[in-house]
């Protein structure tokens, strides 16, 4: 086993977080379970891992004081999320090691990178065009004949960056609109469900993939994940097949969030890649044996993957801004509590503006319907109490 490979024993580690999001909170809220250290890279944006990490860098991600900072105090590094400046994942990764490599963070924090890797390796995807300007759109709506979205290159997550076109649209109107340099014309997919595997892949390239989870959506952000699935063995069975594919043909270390459109006919269509835990991976805290964010550490210090096994139905209920009275003033959490089988998750956040991610919750139950029926019933509760807020 290479040197790079050998397993970093957790009180000798430290592991650095590239991002102080949520992600990086709970990252780090598992490093202390395990008695790793961490020192978490803010970029100086606003960051809720702070309140739990071990050490905190609150600078951009450019500066080079904060790069050489970061480098000289941790042993192996990570990320919470993907749109960081290449080079400085790769001046991170030549420095301490990174998990992922720069190389698959790059992959999928961009869709054309994202979309020719997937028709690269033959891995089922939509149908796609790169549009560099208003004739490049004109031209592949024409090749498409129907409906698609129009998604930007770059930086694009909840729905953002990203316009349904019907195909008779004005492309001359809709470039000079959409404000982006670079984009991907992407086939409109009438699909059943939406669906995603957390899969990680370990140092010395072993497997490991949870329950795909059913996905729905609100205001275009993750609602509900329901885990598991309620799709046939064979659409499971497929389901982490593809992530599998995937994991492999990017030379994976890690945890990495793979979704799906299931289409009507039960075919599967990668729709994105997240390389780092992920908002339908987390139901895996409270109802899995291994969370996403404890497998993470394990395959990014190099210790042998957790068991995915999931321990009971679970639905995972996001709680966005929208549900909080005022920007200050939470929901009332009793019913919730009441309820006995739920864990709530806050990630800190100070202000509820709009449909921002405040946290979420676990409704574990005997059937996922029983899970689903009581997080419905509680979020319609919620959404009744509080002032609407855009």
């Not at 957390?198 to 010395?204: E, K, N, Y």
């Amino acid at each position: 086993m290479p040197a790079s490979s050998l397993p970093l024993h957790p009180p000798h580690c430290v592991v650095g977080v590239i991002g102080g999001g949520q992600l990086g909170r709970m990252i780090a809220l598992a490093a202390r379970r395990m008695g790793i250290r961490t020192v978490i890279w803010t970029g100086g944006l606003e960051a809720p891992a702070v309140e739990v990490a071990d050490e905190v860098i609150d600078l951009p991600f450019s500066d080079p004081i904060a790069l050489e900072d970061f480098c000289s105090r941790v042993t192996v590094s990570t990320i919470e999320f993907e749109n960081i400046p290449r080079e400085t994942l790769e001046a991170v990764a030549r420095r301490t090691g990174l998990h992922p490599s720069p190389s698959a963070i790059s992959i999928c924090q961009n869709r054309e990178r994202e979309k020719k890797f997937l028709r690269q390796h033959q891995i089922p995807h939509t149908w796609f065009a790169v549009i560099d300007n208003a004739a490049d759109l004109a031209a592949a709506m024409k090749e498409l004949d129907g409906p698609g979205v129009l998604k930007t290159a770059d930086f694009g997550y909840d729905g953002k960056g990203q316009i349904k076109l019907e195909g008779h649209e004005d492309a001359d109107e809709i470039w000079a609109a959409f404000e982006s340099p670079r984009a991907v014309l992407e086939a409109w997919v009438p699909f059943e469900k939406e669906l995603s595997v957390m899969i990680a892949r370990g140092a010395d390239g072993s497997i490991v993939t949870y329950d795909p989870a059913e996905n729905r959506h609100r205001h275009r952000i993750l609602d509900v994940s329901i885990v598991p699935a309620r799709v046939s063995p064979a659409v499971a069975l497929e389901a982490g097949a593809i992530a599998r594919r995937v994991a492999e043909a990017l030379d994976y270390r890690g945890i990495l969030g793979v979704e799906f459109f299931l289409k009507t006919d039960g075919t599967l269509l990668v729709n994105e890649m997240a390389p780092r835990p992920h908002n339908s991976g987390h139901h895996t805290l409270d109802a899995c044996v291994t969370s996403q964010f404890a497998q993470q550490l394990r395959a990014v210090i190099g210790l042998p993957l957790g068991s995915t096994r999931l321990l009971s139905p679970v639905v995972m209920l996001n709680l966005l801004g929208d549900f909080w009275p005022d920007e200050t003033t939470p929901p009332d959490w009793l019913p919730l509590f009441q309820d006995g089988e739920t864990s709530l998750h806050l990630y800190g956040k100070r202000h509820a503006r709009g449909r921002r991610k405040m946290g979420h919750a676990n409704f574990l139950g005997k059937t996922t319907e029983s899970a689903l029926t009581r997080a419905e019933a509680l979020k319609r509760r919620w959404l009744e109490q509080a002032i609407p807020k855009l």
